[in-house]
């Protein structure tokens, strides 16, 4: 899906894809997300990789927020609930979050606690990241059936 919203005002480009391959022995789905907007020197790249494989299920993300020369990004691997996701703010490592099964831990770059700062800054991206991915999903709305498996 390629547009763009447009409120007479600020103008939202926009590419949206999901890859969906099934064989009988494993998944694999590739969505890429692109946002710009430009009057808004705002950028947001979305790149998340699933595979399932016999019993082993992995997630590899890499995304990017960009806005004017400050750059966030969010990467890292997940097989089987466990992994590590790195946030860095231009470049350097800020927090890293682990996951392992049910639980989930945030620490700054050396293992230390985060700071205040650090933590609203993560707490802000995480809830950017929810509104975006949610206004995502409304794009797909009318072309989700061409997801629905056994419907």
Do not use: C
């Amino acid at each position: 899906i390629a547009g763009y919203l447009f409120d007479g005002e600020t103008q939202v480009d926009f590419t949206l894809s999901h890859a969906i391959q099934v064989t009988f022995a494993s998944a694999t789905i590739d969505i890429d997300y692109q946002i710009d907007i430009e009057n808004r020197d705002f950028s947001l790249t979305v790149n998340l990789g699933i595979s399932e494989v016999g019993d082993v299920n992995e997630t590899t993300l890499d995304i990017t927020v960009a806005h004017g020369r400050n750059t966030v990004t969010v990467t890292g691997t997940v097989t089987n609930e466990v992994g590590t996701l790195e946030v860095a703010g231009n470049g350097e490592v800020f927090a890293t979050i682990t996951l392992s099964g049910d639980a989930v831990s945030v620490v700054g770059a050396n293992g230390e606690p985060l700071t205040e700062r650090q933590e609203r800054a993560l707490r802000e991206l995480m809830e950017m990241l929810d509104k975006a991915f949610n206004s995502f999903d409304s794009l797909f709305r009318p072309v989700r059936w061409l997801f629905e498996v056994g419907s």
